[in-house]
C-alpha cells in the first residue's frame, strides 16, 4: 500500500478566512512533506517533517504554518492568503528502500483558489 | 547546487509507437537517485521509475525504461508501445543523500499522445 491521502480536494477561501489542509499516511514513512506546485509547472518544496520534526522550511511565508501531530498526519493551516497563493498543494512521504534507496511518495493534492 | 534540466517542453507521439524524453543533471556528488515521476491531467503525482546512480544497469518497468549516462549526466525515458493513458506531464528528478533527502526537479515535459 503506498498510499498518501489529502482533504479536502478543492478548498476556496476568501483572504481574511482561516483553514486547514489534511494529509494522511499509515505506511509507516517517517518523512513528509509539503509542496506547492503552480500549473504547468514542478512541485516547489515548503516544508519537511522528519520524525515529526520539522527539518526544512523553505522561507515559506508565515501564513502557513505547518504542524505533523503524529507519524501518520501533516496538516497545513492556512491564514490570511493571497490571491497568488492559489494552486496545488501536494502532500508526500518518503520511503526508504532496501540498500539505502528511497522514493517519495504523493498524495493527490487539493486545489487551493484564494479569492 | 544541484540542477535537472529537462529541455523538451512539449512532445508528441503516435499511439503504439516509442518516445524518448530528455534529462540532464548536473550534481558534483558520487551517490544519488535520479526518478522519473508522471503528472496525469487528474494531477496525481506518480512515480514511474528509479534509478540508483550506483548501479550501471538501466533501470525498467514494464513499457518504461532509463537509458542513465553517469559520466554525462544523462538520464532519459523511453516509453514503449505509447498508450493513451501515458499523456501527462513528466518531471525528472534528481535525489541527493542529504539528511532530509530533497528532490530537486526538472522544468518538465508534457507529452501528447495522438490516435
Known amino acids: ?115 | 547546487a544541484q540542477t535537472v534540466t529537462q529541455s523538451q517542453p512539449e512532445m508528441s507521439v503516435q499511439e503504439a509507437e516509442t518516445v524518448t524524453l530528455s534529462c540532464t543533471y548536473d550534481t558534483s556528488e558520487s551517490d544519488y537517485y535520479l526518478f522519473w515521476y508522471k503528472q496525469p491531467p487528474s494531477r496525481q503525482m506518480i512515480l514511474v521509475i528509479r534509478q540508483e546512480a550506483y548501479k550501471q544497469q538501466n533501470a525498467t518497468e514494464n513499457r518504461f525504461s532509463v537509458n542513465f549516462q553517469k559520466a554525462a549526466k544523462s538520464f532519459s525515458l523511453k516509453i514503449s508501445d505509447s498508450q493513451l493513458g501515458d499523456a501527462a506531464m513528466y518531471f525528472c528528478a534528481y535525489g541527493g543523500m542529504d539528511s532530509n533527502y530533497q528532490l530537486i526537479w526538472g522544468a518538465g515535459t508534457k507529452l501528447i499522445i495522438k490516435p
Request: aromatic residues 10%; charged residues 20%; positive net charge.
Open chain 1, 1 to 115: 500500500d503506498t498510499e498518501v491521502t489529502q482533504t479536502p480536494k478543492h478548498l476556496v477561501m476568501g483572504m481574511t478566512n482561516k483553514k486547514s489542509l489534511k494529509c494522511e499516511q499509515h505506511m509507516g514513512h517517517r518523512a513528509m512533506y509539503w509542496y506547492k506546485q503552480k500549473a504547468k509547472k514542478p512541485p516547489e518544496l515548503m516544508f519537511v517533517y522528519s520524525y515529526e520534526k520539522l527539518s526544512i522550511n523553505e522561507s515559506v511565508p508565515s501564513r502557513f504554518s505547518p504542524e505533523c501531530p503524529n507519524s501518520s498526519l501533516l496538516n497545513l493551516h492556512l491564514h490570511a492568503l493571497q490571491p497568488e497563493d492559489s494552486a496545488l498543494y501536494l502532500c508526500a512521504s518518503r520511503l526508504f528502500l532496501a540498500g539505502g534507496s528511497y522514493e517519495q511518495y504523493f498524495g493527490p493534492g487539493t486545489r487551493l483558489t484564494v479569492t
